[in-house]
């Protein structure tokens, strides 16, 4: 059973920092690309950052470039996603996601946009409150 769990998430202030974990379990980890994606309330789910474990390709999207960072450790099956000076609008429930299309890694969402259906396997999610 394919399984990802998110961990890390909380209240911080803006120009703070959090660590965001996501621990994948039941799948070739170094196989598969997996992104991060964030829901603010009443927004739409946006993709924010994609690792290829495999080759360590990297996406991010334009509005956490330079501010977050997301790296793996194959040996714990686990991806991370480093979020420095946050801002309020970092506000969101932040997913972690699967990308299980073979062959595919995160050099296809730098011409495309990382959307939902992209991912075959989700996490839960974890909260991320950043207060000004």
């Known amino acids: 059973e394919v399984q990802l769990v998110e961990s890390g998430g909380g209240l911080v202030q803006a120009g703070g920092s959090l660590r965001l974990s996501c621990a994948a379990s039941?799948?070739?980890?170094?196989?598969?690309?997996i992104g991060w994606f964030r829901q603010a309330p009443g927004k739409e789910r946006e993709g924010v950052s994609c690792?290829?474990?495999?080759?360590?390709?990297?996406y991010y999207a334009d509005s956490v470039k330079g501010r977050f960072t997301i790296s793996s450790d194959n040996a714990k099956n686990t991806v991370y996603l480093q979020m420095n000076s946050l801002k309020p609008e970092d506000t969101a429930v932040y997913y972690c996601?699967?990308?299980?299309?073979?062959?595919?890694?995160?050099?296809?969402?730098?011409?495309?946009?990382?959307?939902?259906?992209?991912?075959?396997?989700w996490g839960k999610g974890t909260l991320v409150n950043v207060s000004s």
């Open positions: 996601a699967a990308d299980m299309v073979p062959g595919r890694d995160c050099t296809y969402y730098r011409g495309n946009i990382m959307g939902r259906a992209d991912m075959e396997y």
């Open positions: 039941g799948f070739a980890f170094d196989d598969y690309a």
């Open positions: 690792i290829s474990s495999s080759d360590g390709v990297t």
